[in-house]
Structures are given as structure tokens and as C-alpha cells.
């Protein structure tokens, strides 16, 4: 298969969400009580609905007492209060449908004047695998005033594996251009095992030698002491921000994307995007 033919068939892999119990190997320790499982999708309703409580009082003087000369009126029944304006590039978002809002949720980084979007992945998972070449388009084309952050999901195993890779790849300044290359060889290339099996640290660092790394340097590197303080605070990130799976696209640490579709998700989270905007304002 060529390697246009193997991200196409990628592309259109169903939308879903990976989790621990999705991606764990047979021989694992069962997970911890505290599982995750793959998010629900947001059930479906008209574009154009809006929650009761978002509905807008009547405009005023809708239901004023005709003047004493005019003959008097049969009463007429009062003005349907109306539905929030759609935004500009999509129906107006709907809370618990196109996104939940995340009790005491904390952005992930200081904002620094910064709208902050992350989103928290696996390189094992498939479903990232499929969105990447989507949300690498729509990252490349974020206002500069807004920060990108990739966070990855600590499930355990290969998972935890794969994040201490990728935190030891951004201290070495490779992981931009090994990123999407990481993808390629687990879920097209299959030159790593990713969620079929668990990749030793040496044959992970062997892949990043290509980007001139010492394989040796980065192997020691996953397990120091400053990339577990790195993963300890995506894992902690992830809890807060009750992430059940992924890939999950978190906006400003408050708001949690939902949507039926990759392309819903991108919508929500460019609504969100404005919304934040505008309340700085």
C-alpha cells in the first residue's frame, strides 16, 4: 500500500475516541478503578437550536397597553422569545451538546494574553492517527493569538511510553519535525508496534536517531527526572479536565469540545475560539 493510499484509509476511519480499555495489550494489568472510557457522541439536534436559558427577553415595549383612543384590541398572545443569533461561522453552540464546561478547569499553561487550545492525544491511538492530517491544516492556520499545545495521555504502558517520548523529542528540539513521522511508522509504516504491542525504549530512541539524536542520550533522557515532572502535569491536566479519551480539544482549560464529527469539532472549537476572544474585550 502506498503511503497516500495508507492515510486515506485512515481519513476514513469512523469517528471515535481511544482510551485505555480500547488500546491496552491482553497481558496488561487490568486498569486502575478509576477507568476512562471513550466519550459518548453529543446527541444530534437541529442546527439552529438553543437552550431555554440562553433565549432573549422580549424586546421592549413588545407587550405595551394600546393608547386610550385606540379601539380596544382582542389581546394578543406575547412574542416568542428569541433564539440566540447563529455565530458567524456556524450555528450558535449549544453547552452539554457541542461542548461541556469544565468544573474549576485551569488552562494547561499560563495564557500569557494567549487564547490556549490543547489537545490531549496518543501516538498508539488510532483515532488521533486519522485526525492528524486534519487538525495539523486547521493548527497551521490559528491568529497569532492563539497558542496550540499538544498533551499527551498517560493511560499507562505504551501510552506512558510514548508521552515520556514525546516530551524527551520537545527537550531535544525534534518533535515538530518528528510528529506526524511518529504516526506514520506506527499506524501506516507499522516499524513501531504502538497499541499492537509495547515498543522497548531502545527501539523508540532508534527511531528518533533519524532526526540526529543520540539513541542512547534519548533512551536515558525518557527516564530522567525532568520528563517525569513533564508527564506528571499532562497527567494531572487530564483529570482536571475530565478527558474520557482521545484525541479531546480543550479550549482556555474551560471548555471541552464535543461535536458528531471531526469537522463539528473543529467548528466548536473555532466558536469557542471567538467567544474567548470577545470576552476579553
Not at 122 to 128: D, H, L, S
Request: net charge negative; glycine share 6%; proline share 9%.
Amino acid at each position: 500500500m502506498t503511503l497516500r493510499l495508507a492515510l486515506l484509509s485512515l481519513s476514513l476511519l469512523p469517528l471515535l475516541a481511544c482510551s485505555r480499555q480500547d488500546n491496552a495489550p491482553a497481558a496488561e494489568t487490568p486498569a486502575p478503578a478509576a477507568t476512562e472510557t471513550p466519550a459518548a457522541p453529543a446527541e444530534t439536534a437541529p442546527a439552529d437550536a438553543a437552550p431555554a436559558a440562553e433565549t432573549a427577553a422580549p424586546a421592549d415595549g413588545a407587550a405595551a397597553t394600546p393608547a386610550a383612543a385606540t379601539p380596544t384590541a382582542e389581546p394578543q398572545p406575547a412574542e416568542a422569545a428569541a433564539a440566540p443569533a447563529p455565530a458567524a461561522n456556524g450555528p450558535a453552540l449549544v453547552p452539554g451538546q457541542d461542548y461541556d464546561e469544565i468544573k474549576n478547569g485551569q488552562p494547561f499553561a499560563p495564557l500569557d494574553g494567549k487564547i490556549e487550545v490543547v489537545e490531549v492525544f496518543g501516538f498508539v491511538c488510532p483515532a488521533c492517527a486519522s485526525f492528524q492530517p486534519q487538525l495539523g491544516a486547521w493548527k497551521a492556520k490559528l491568529p497569532a493569538d492563539v497558542r496550540f499545545t499538544y498533551v499527551p495521555a498517560l493511560f499507562g504502558s505504551m501510552w506512558d511510553d510514548y508521552a515520556r517520548a514525546y516530551y524527551t523529542a520537545e527537550s531535544m528540539g525534534v518533535e515538530d519535525k518528528s510528529h506526524d513521522d511518529l504516526y506514520r511508522a506506527i499506524h501506516i509504516e507499522q516499524t513501531l508496534k504502538g497499541e499492537r504491542g509495547r515498543d522497548s525504549v531502545e527501539d523508540i530512541a532508534k527511531f528518533y536517531a533519524k532526526y540526529g539524536v543520540d539513541p542512547k542520550l534519548f533512551a536515558s533522557t525518557m527516564s530522567s527526572f525532568a520528563i517525569a515532572g513533564k508527564t506528571s502535569k499532562a497527567k494531572q491536566f487530564a483529570l482536571r479536565s475530565q478527558i474520557q479519551g482521545t484525541p479531546s480539544l480543550i479550549i482556555n482549560g474551560k471548555y471541552l469540545v464535543k461535536g458528531n464529527t471531526r469537522d463539528d469539532q473543529l467548528r466548536i472549537a473555532d466558536q469557542l475560539i471567538a467567544q474567548e476572544r470577545a470576552a476579553r474585550k
